[in-house]
């Protein structure tokens, strides 16, 4: 459990692009793989739609795994990718991946985004790979991963601790990421595709620490922390 050691054993975090576990929660995971938890981002799309202009998907899809594996190093993290097509998520199949991962690796904390978030303030629609990665996680893990008659495979039945929802209008947890800001700007820079404008990331090189501190200083800022990453928490286990 999370409360009794301060850190998590194990984590499981599962975005949908091969930045957004970064973007969302680096510095957490980074602190955590610091502190010796076993960290795996799950990246459920292979970012083949992730630029502005027409690009031939095979090539980007390829670039975007290789800045994604970099990523993962620079926190501490294992990559695992799923390879669906961006905006062509197979949601069953998602929630069969997501259960089997949980099943295999028993995280006590699994990272998702909130899907409940679809418009954010008054010019942003959360994407949609998003909220279909959300919404899967929460079936697979609050439901579906302790009941052995959904998906039946090899592994156990196993119910994963607890949910940390990241993008949340509610959160109510904060993760000082003050030591961990420069592995997160790190593994941010290795998105090279992503660096300029028209992208989820819309940072140049030169402005991307900038960023990160800014971002980390608002979102603290709630929570009582110089610099944070916030989150809203699901205990599905006492
Ligand atoms: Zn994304």
Same mark, same amino acid.
């Given at each position: ?25 680096g510095?957490?995971?980074?602190g ?9 981002i799950?990246?459920?799309c ?23 594996? %970099? $990523?993962?190093?620079? +926190?501490? #993290? ?6 669906m097509? *961006?905006?062509e998520? @197979? =949601? &069953? ?21 909130d ?6 303030g ?14 899967a ?22 119910? %994963? $601790?607890?949910?940390? +929802?990241? #993008? ?6 904060w993760v *000082?990421?003050?030591? @961990? =800001? &420069? ?12 660096l ?25 800022r ?17």
């Open positions: 459990m999370v409360e009794s050691g301060g850190f998590p054993r194990c984590v499981l975090a599962v975005f949908a692009h091969p930045d957004d576990a970064e973007l969302a929660c510095g957490a995971l980074a955590w793989a610091a502190a010796g938890a076993s960290v795996t799950v990246c459920v292979r970012g083949d739609k992730g630029a502005a202009e027409r690009v031939e998907p095979g090539a980007l899809a390829a670039l975007r795994e290789a800045e994604g594996r %970099a $990523a993962a190093a620079q +926190l501490g #993290a294992e990559w695992h990718a799923l390879g097509p *961006d905006g998520i @197979a =949601v &069953d199949r998602l929630r069969a991946e997501v259960v089997a991962l949980v099943r295999r690796r028993r995280p006590d904390v699994v990272v998702a985004p899907p409940t978030v679809v418009i954010v008054s010019s942003h629609v959360n994407h949609r790979d998003h909220r279909e990665v959300g919404w996680v929460l079936d697979a893990v609050g439901a579906e991963a302790a009941n052995p008659n959904y998906h039946p495979g090899d592994d156990p039945a196993f119910q %994963a $601790a607890e949910l940390w +929802l990241c #993008a949340s209008s509610s959160p109510d947890r *000082d990421i003050g030591v @961990a =800001v &420069d592995a997160k700007v790190a593994a941010l820079r290795c998105h090279a595709t992503q300029g404008g028209g992208s989820e990331l819309g940072a140049a090189d030169p402005f991307l620490r900038e960023l990160v501190v800014g971002r980390a200083a608002a979102e603290g709630a929570g009582g922390v110089r610099f944070g990453e916030a989150f809203r928490r699901i205990v599905l286990v006492d």
